[in-house]
């Protein structure tokens, strides 16, 4: 399949720096407050969890240490190292005391995997906090964007910045719902510690469908995938009838993609539209709504494609 950037946006800004370290602090009032000049105590935060924060400058960020807050301590699960998330952050300019960039804006958060490759900052803003959770953090400039700081956020190598953290949600690790027989005809799934390793074609037809296939195998109980949604998904892909493998995502992070927008082949874009996020699904697409007559790679021209479609997230 054609593959955009696993993650778009805002984990382009984020990623790069190694990251360990914990939270600290803890309230649950929505309201910064503190007496560390510098710190955390040069700002204040108010607003409603998961709506952009409003951000007062009580003077120039100055300090030498990350140093966190628990604005709003949330109730849903807790997100660990290897989770994935989504996010909304806010990031400020500690030394121009300026907003420099807000997923708010976009009216949706973005998937983040809680890894080390993530600066240092936004690891403590998500790391050990629980959904629905609000995170402070002002970090010195080597826990933020390091030595190279971020032009594109007009963020220079020495300025401190601000996060402010809201945890939306957390990414599913696996399908959550109701196993669904599927049709004896269809492609069967073979795994190996419940882990998809690919496909045995035996008690399929020869000849492949002509007709796009959406199978459930299990039904999820999220919401469904709209048009136009950042799905988070883990798949396997093999041509019809083949005992190879061409392509997946198991073992790895999950990929990210639109759906419903052109960014993938057709099949995916009208097999997930409406799947129920948490499902996971066999898709047996025919050759127009794949790679054609053109081929793709190991993909021989006019392959029917079979892949298995884990839908994690959609948003």
Not at 97 to 126: C, H, N, R
Not at 191 to 215: H, N, R, Y
Not at 279 to 300: D, E, F, N, T
Request: aromatic content about 6%; overall charge negative.
């Amino acid at each position: 399949m054609r593959r955009l950037t696993a993650l778009l946006g805002l984990l382009s800004l984020l990623l790069g720096l190694a990251a360990c370290g914990d939270s600290s602090g803890d309230s649950t009032s929505t309201d910064s407050s503190s007496s560390a000049d510098g710190g955390l105590g040069a700002v204040t935060v108010k607003g409603d969890f998961g709506k952009a924060p409003d951000v007062t400058w009580n003077g120039v960020v100055d300090t030498t240490t990350l140093d966190s807050l628990t604005l709003v301590e949330g109730d849903g699960e807790k997100v660990v190292e290897g989770d994935q998330a989504l996010v909304n952050v806010w990031i400020g300019n500690g030394f121009s005391k300026e907003e420099a960039y807000s997923s708010y804006a976009q009216g949706k958060p973005e998937a983040v995997p809680v890894t080390s490759d993530l600066s240092k900052a936004i690891y403590t803003g998500i790391a050990d906090h629980t959904v629905g959770s609000r995170v402070l953090v002002v970090a010195p400039p080597a826990d933020a964007f390091g030595d190279q700081g971020n032009p594109n956020l007009k963020i220079g190598n020495s300025d401190d910045v601000v996060f402010v953290v809201d945890v939306m949600e957390k990414v599913l690790s696996e399908p959550q719902g109701a196993a669904q027989t599927p049709p004896a005809s269809a492609p069967q799934l073979v795994e190996k510690d419940g882990v998809p390793t690919g496909f045995d074609f035996s008690k399929s037809p020869k000849a492949p469908p002509t007709k796009l296939q959406v199978i459930t195998l299990i039904k999820g109980t999220g919401d469904p995938v709209a048009k136009g949604d950042q799905t988070v998904m883990n798949y396997l892909g093999e041509t019809y009838g083949a005992d190879t493998v061409f392509d997946q995502s198991f073992g790895k992070q999950p990929f990210s993609t639109a759906i419903g927008t052109g960014a993938v082949i057709k099949g995916w874009d009208q097999g997930l539209v409406g799947v129920p996020v948490g499902s996971r699904v066999l898709l047996v697409i025919p050759p127009g709504l794949a790679y054609g007559a053109q081929g793709q790679g190991s993909i021989k021209p006019n392959s029917t494609l079979v892949f298995v479609v884990d839908v994690l997230a959609a948003y």
